[in-house]
């Protein structure tokens, strides 16, 4: 029989993690830790405050009873008969000679301070009328060598705290020669003690009622301070929940909420426009993709059903239904490269395919590329060196553009001029122009000229030239010929030089 195999020892509960402080701290909301900073930092300066305010007081009393010790005359015996009938108590200890001093209090007036002589020896003398005796110190008797008078704290023998004025005096006793002794004057300080105990725990308590009301009045302050980032807040979170994109928040003063909230409004407009350009973008590609796609689908199906019913279709008639799907082919490749082309960001990156190129070289390729569709045109050139900062590849497709649409409206034989001076690019035809109700929407994307419906084109040309010479710090425009003759001008403004910049 086998054994029973005892079961295991379950795992004790794993205990939670304790935060550091720090941890902690970073774990609360924004609205806790600003109510906390703001408590901590009115409850530092209430407490500073209210010691500053202790200490100034203190330093205050207790100058005060280095006054009144100042004030003590230096001889003993003021307030005794004459010096020839008032007898020192002195002993070879404090407390005998303060018991002889005691004794006498009956015949002389109580002193205002008390006061008692330390000999070299380290023995105590009392004048009659004293009545506490000072616990003495070492360093009383260093006032013999350094002749100046010395305050400290000290107590009596009874325990009570005193302020203690040490200085040097000369006295004679029972007609013996003058002696150097230490005068030690005394007041008690319990008083003044007790007074700054009780200030101590009032000033604790404002300490404790500031820094509650400084954490209420604190989350207050934060609670107004952050509202308009409880807005902003809302407003993303609704952005994020529904994605409507283009909401805005109210703007009020000129504050660091106030520009996060402009900089919001801003971020949320242009994403607006950039989401309303992308949707008219796909409707737009939409819309010109599915002309030339019902003609290939028409094109092809009769093809299809030609051969699937046997009755073979004329031979011009084949020819030509093969010639328009090529002719659509082409169509939908020049539609999708500039689909392509416009699928680049409206703003590149600082230096992203930037250099220096030859704004010369690259008319001078456009123009034999030109030459090339247009065989029965003449171009006349008018060409000088200009060196710009740009995209070279994006920059020659922008002058193709323009060259391929003058060639395009050009008459049979015409001419188009092409000029380049100091940054200034011209291409000139000689077609029927362009009418000026039309002319502020050459630049749009997918627009086409009622009258150029016809032609081979996806309206997506001149769209390509602006974002070009756009992103290249230039300007582009289109127009009427100068002269007022025929046809259409062209202009792109590019900053550059004449000579390679090194």
């Not at 009115?42 to 009144?68: E, G, K, M, T």
């Not at 003590?72 to 002195?90: K, V």
């Not at 082919?329 to 409206?346: C, V, Y």
């Not at 600082?350 to 590329?369: F, K, T, W």
Request: proline share 8%.
């Amino acid at each position: 029989m086998s054994e029973a195999v005892p079961p295991k020892p379950a795992h004790p509960p794993r205990r939670a993690r304790r935060l550091r402080p720090v941890e902690w701290y970073r774990s609360r909301s924004l609205r806790s830790r600003l109510s906390m900073l703001t408590a901590a930092a009115v409850a530092i300066a209430i407490a500073l405050s209210a010691l500053a305010c202790w200490f100034l007081v203190r330093d205050r009393l207790y100058q005060q009873v280095n006054s009144n010790l100042a004030e003590a005359p230096t001889d003993p015996f003021f307030n005794g008969p004459p010096r020839q009938d008032n007898t020192l108590a002195c002993g070879t200890t404090p407390a005998s000679a303060f018991a002889r001093a005691k004794s006498s209090t009956d015949r002389h007036r109580p002193l205002k301070w008390d006061i008692e002589l330390i000999a070299a020896d380290g023995s105590a003398c009392f004048p009659p009328g004293a009545s506490h005796a000072v616990q003495t110190s070492p360093a009383d008797l260093s006032v013999l060598t350094s002749r100046t008078a010395s305050y400290r704290d000290g107590q009596y023998v009874d325990g009570t705290p005193a302020r203690v004025l040490a200085f040097p005096v000369t006295v004679g006793i029972d007609d013996q020669p003058l002696k150097q002794y230490v005068a030690l004057v005394a007041l008690p300080v319990d008083t003044v003690q007790d007074s700054l105990n009780n200030l101590a725990l009032i000033l604790l308590g404002v300490v404790g009622v500031g820094t509650v009301g400084a954490g209420f009045i604190g989350r207050l302050v934060a609670r107004s301070a952050l509202r308009p980032v409880d807005d902003l807040t809302d407003v993303v979170e609704h952005i994020a929940r529904t994605e409507e994109v283009g909401t805005t928040i109210p703007v009020h003063g000129n504050d660091e909420i106030a520009r996060l909230s402009t900089s919001f409004n801003s971020m949320s407009t242009a994403l607006a426009n950039s989401r309303e350009r992308q949707t008219r973008l796909i409707a737009d590609a939409g819309h010109e993709l599915r002309t030339p796609l019902t003609s290939l689908r028409t094109n092809v199906d009769l093809l299809i059903r030609s051969d699937d019913t046997g009755r073979a279709l004329p031979p011009a008639t084949r020819a030509k239904m093969l010639g328009n799907m090529k002719a659509q082919m082409q169509e939908l490749t020049l539609l999708i490269g500039d689909l392509l082309q416009l699928s680049r960001p409206d703003s590149p990156k600082p230096g992203q395919n930037m250099s220096v190129v030859a704004l010369h070289e690259i008319a001078d390729r456009a123009v034999d590329r030109a030459r090339l569709r247009g065989p029965g045109l003449a171009f006349e050139l008018a060409i000088s060196p200009w060196y710009v900062h740009g995209d070279g590849p994006a920059l020659e497709r922008a002058v193709i553009n323009l060259l391929d649409n003058a060639v395009k409206y050009s008459p049979p034989g015409g001419t188009v001029e092409v000029t380049l001076s100091a940054g200034r690019l011209t291409v000139r035809d000689h077609g029927p122009g362009i009418p000026a109700e039309e002319l502020p929407y050459v630049f749009d994307r997918f627009w086409r000229s009622p009258s150029s419906r016809q032609l081979l084109g996806s309206g997506l040309g001149l769209s390509i030239v602006a974002q070009a010479v756009r992103d290249g710090g230039g300007e582009v425009s289109l127009g009427p010929a100068a002269d007022g003759g025929p046809g259409a001008l062209a202009t792109i403004l590019l900053p550059g030089r004449p000579d390679r910049p090194q």
